[in-house]
């Protein structure tokens, strides 16, 4: 059942991220966590989201805008790195408080609260009328870069910020899909090693993130799979397609998954 959870998941988001720059990876981490630990849930994500970028890097490479991709993605090169340091730093601490529903015992941590809030917070942005056609100006676009790589480092949930910064700054359909693929891209490989080099504890249990990624590692084969799959599909919706509905559905999901996360119970 959970090959099928994934697989229908990773489908959707990567559909969706072709067109519209987010949405694989705030899909994803909710539906890992199911299965996986909170840490490890981030580091999965980050494995099949870099997958993903790497094949639609070969599809829309030929698209990037040079410039826009410097002065927003070096920023979040940097940014990816100290967000993964923060996400390997709070693992270490102990459960802020823990409690009991019938004879299941649940634990709330900084970590679940910080990437709960995270993904409360991109809920509120996708959500809120007064953000919904948000454009910032090219000026800005480093600061975008820091806060995208920022919380993409911390959480995966890098999109939505990069999508806003990106849209002022006069791409055209193609030079978005192509440069923000690239930034995403730079974005995940700057925080897989951090994961993969700090996350040795955990705050109640070890954890050995390279571990339990090889013991989960039929569930993130199958999300590479479908992650290219949703990528051709996604390549096929671009001109047909609008997002705006897409973006509530996301930031319901969003909402409920991240209040879950707070309260410990994923």
Same mark, same amino acid.
């Given at each position: 059942?959970?090959?099928? %959870?994934?697989? %229908?998941?990773?489908?959707?988001?990567?559909?969706?991220?072709?067109?519209? *720059?987010?949405?694989?990876?705030?899909?994803?981490? /909710?539906?890992?966590?199911?299965? #996986?630990?909170?840490?490890?849930?981030? *580091?999965?994500?980050?494995?099949?989201?870099?997958?993903?970028?790497? !094949?639609?890097?070969?599809?829309?490479?030929? !698209?990037?805008?040079? +410039?826009?991709?410097?002065?927003?993605?070096?920023?979040?090169? %940097?940014?990816?790195?100290?967000? =993964?340091?923060?996400?390997?730093?709070?693992?270490?601490?102990? /459960?802020?408080?823990?409690?009991?529903?019938?004879?299941?015992?649940?634990?709330?941590?900084?970590?679940? %609260?910080? $990437?709960?809030?995270?993904?409360?917070?991109?809920?509120?942005?996708?959500?809120?009328?007064?953000?919904?056609?948000?454009?910032?100006?090219?000026?800005?676009?480093?600061?975008?870069?820091?806060?995208?790589?920022? !919380? *993409?480092?911390?959480?995966?949930?890098?999109?939505?910020?990069?999508?806003?910064?990106?849209?002022?700054?006069?791409?055209?359909?193609?030079?978005?899909?192509?440069?923000?693929?690239?930034?995403?891209?730079?974005?995940?490989?700057?925080?897989?090693?951090?994961?993969?080099?700090?996350?040795?504890? *955990?705050?109640?249990?070890?954890?050995?993130?390279?571990?339990?990624?090889?013991?989960?590692?039929?569930?993130?084969?199958?999300?590479?799979?479908?992650? #290219?799959?949703?990528?051709?599909?996604?390549?096929?919706?671009?001109?047909?397609?609008?997002? $705006?509905?897409? +973006?509530?559905?996301?930031?319901?999901?969003?909402?409920?998954?991240? =209040?879950?996360?707070?309260?410990?119970?994923?």
């Amino acid at each position: 059942m959970e090959y099928i %959870i994934v697989a %229908i998941a990773v489908l959707i988001g990567a559909s969706l991220t072709f067109f519209s *720059g987010f949405g694989l990876g705030t899909i994803m981490l /909710p539906v890992f966590a199911l299965f #996986f630990d909170i840490e490890v849930a981030v *580091g999965a994500t980050a494995i099949v989201h870099l997958s993903n970028n790497l !094949f639609k890097f070969l599809l829309v490479r030929k !698209f990037i805008h040079l +410039q826009t991709f410097l002065r927003f993605g070096i920023p979040a090169m %940097i940014a990816a790195v100290f967000g =993964g340091l923060l996400l390997a730093e709070v693992t270490g601490y102990a /459960p802020i408080h823990s409690y009991s529903i019938g004879e299941k015992t649940f634990e709330m941590t900084y970590l679940n %609260i910080i $990437v709960g809030s995270l993904m409360i917070f991109f809920a509120w942005f996708d959500l809120s009328p007064k953000y919904s056609n948000l454009q910032v100006d090219e000026k800005h676009l480093p600061l975008g870069g820091l806060l995208s790589g920022f !919380f *993409g480092g911390v959480s995966g949930h890098q999109g939505a910020f990069r999508a806003a910064f990106l849209s002022k700054s006069g791409l055209d359909k193609k030079q978005f899909v192509g440069t923000s693929n690239a930034i995403s891209l730079v974005i995940d490989i700057s925080r897989i090693p951090v994961y993969l080099g700090l996350f040795s504890i *955990g705050s109640s249990k070890e954890i050995n993130l390279a571990a339990s990624l090889s013991d989960g590692k039929m569930l993130l084969i199958v999300g590479i799979v479908f992650a #290219f799959v949703g990528t051709f599909v996604g390549k096929r919706l671009i001109e047909k397609t609008t997002i $705006v509905g897409v +973006q509530r559905l996301v930031g319901v999901l969003l909402f409920v998954m991240g =209040g879950l996360m707070i309260a410990g119970i994923l």
